[in-house]
């Protein structure tokens, strides 16, 4: 096997080519965005597992680089007390503590990184069919272009064309109740302490919020409500974002308000999604990974760790095993009862996003057994059998 057709280029995209890339197989990243996703302007968390996973193929450098690490959650009521404070999820493994940054800047750090070790990546390049043959896949783009490979990884996120394509009775993402909103602002008078996520559980609500060392809080809100049809979320204004959350945190006595109120057009609101299971994750020449094949509700905050997890473990199937089927079983055996856990663990938290429980959890784990999650680790250099 020499070359591997890989469509998009968020997070999967670029670190399955980087993680091909070092296991002896070339890879082509294609992406649908003509110019890449950099507008994207939302915020994730990397855990322990997912840090690791990177530094397995030795791409951690530029993501700490561009992120800032939390150690700390702290825990506040409907009436603002504080209920309590302990540890982040996965804080302590040596230079893996959580880590907080831009998802535009994650996706640069990535696709850059990628660049830079010779991958290719091409824009404008959205998969519209893919035809297989016993020495190879090819794949057709919706601006008339094809392209030649041994595989397909379809890294194509949670409206994953490759998805249908390998069975068109996939069941769709399934919407887990609620909105997930995003912001951030540099006005000082509402700073969380260093290194600390501060979680609030309002009366109908979920918030939580973290300062950057250069004065920038990112905060999230998640608010239970009906999916919306995408061009309604695309019509809200910033305003319009910022009254949902005040209104849902409304006659809270929180520094939510005052935050929110305080945050400029840095905004933007999303429905929130998950894939519970899906009963086909490859066929003979094309495989799924990331959000294509497990998406996950944000509450968790593991979507980003799981896509390099199974980025990286697929490489090693690839490279290890005979043929693409066998390489593709190998890795739906290793990932699967692992992603769906975690897929139901982050649907179960989007069910209680508000009224504080009696001991508040950390965000990556509700019942506190958070070894499993964040202690996982890829082990690049053992062989797959």
Request: charged share 20%; proline share 8%.
């Amino acid at each position: 096997m020499t070359h591997a057709l890989v469509i998009g280029g968020g997070i999967a995209g670029p670190v399955t080519a980087m993680a091909l890339r070092r296991a002896g197989i070339e890879a082509t990243v294609h992406e649908a965005h003509p110019t890449g996703a950099d507008h994207l302007g939302a915020f994730l968390v990397l855990f322990a597992n997912g840090l690791a996973a990177l530094r397995a193929v030795g791409a951690d450098g530029p993501v700490l680089d561009c992120s800032f690490p939390a150690d700390t959650v702290e825990f506040l009521g409907p009436t603002g007390d504080r209920l309590g404070a302990r540890p982040l999820t996965g804080a302590g493994d040596d230079g893996l503590s959580p880590r907080t940054l831009q998802r535009a800047a994650l996706y640069r750090a990535l696709r850059d990184e990628a660049v830079r070790r010779g991958v290719r990546v091409v824009y404008g390049k959205r998969l519209v069919d893919a035809t297989t043959g016993p020495d190879g896949v090819v794949a057709y783009f919706a601006d008339g272009t094809r392209a030649e490979g041994d595989v397909l990884v379809g890294a194509d996120g949670i409206h994953s064309r490759t998805r249908t394509l390998l069975d068109p009775a996939a069941p769709p993402p399934r919407h887990t109740g609620q909105l997930t909103i995003c912001g951030r602002t540099q006005d000082a008078g509402h700073a969380v302490p260093e290194r600390t996520y501060r979680m609030v559980y309002g009366q109908r609500a979920f918030f939580g919020c973290t300062t950057a060392p250069d004065g920038t809080t990112y905060w999230f809100a998640n608010i239970p409500a009906p999916e919306q049809p995408r061009p309604a979320l695309a019509a809200v204004s910033p305003a319009g974002w910022r009254q949902r959350v005040l209104d849902a945190f409304a006659g809270d006595r929180t520094p939510v308000t005052g935050l929110v109120a305080a945050t400029g057009d840095a905004v933007v609101g999303v429905n929130a999604y998950d894939i519970p299971t899906l009963p086909v994750w490859h066929g003979d020449r094309a495989v799924l990974v990331g959000d294509a094949v497990h998406a996950t509700a944000p509450n968790a905050a593991q979507g980003a760790s799981m896509a390099i997890e199974d980025s990286v473990t697929l490489a090693r199937c690839l490279r290890d095993l005979p043929g693409p089927r066998q390489a593709f079983a190998a890795y739906e055996r290793l990932r699967r009862e692992r992603v769906e856990r975690v897929v139901a663990l982050s649907a179960a938290m989007a069910g209680r996003i508000a009224a504080p429980p009696e001991q508040p959890r950390t965000p990556a784990n509700p019942d506190g057994a958070d070894d499993w999650l964040t202690s996982y680790r890829v082990d690049w250099d053992a062989p797959v059998s």
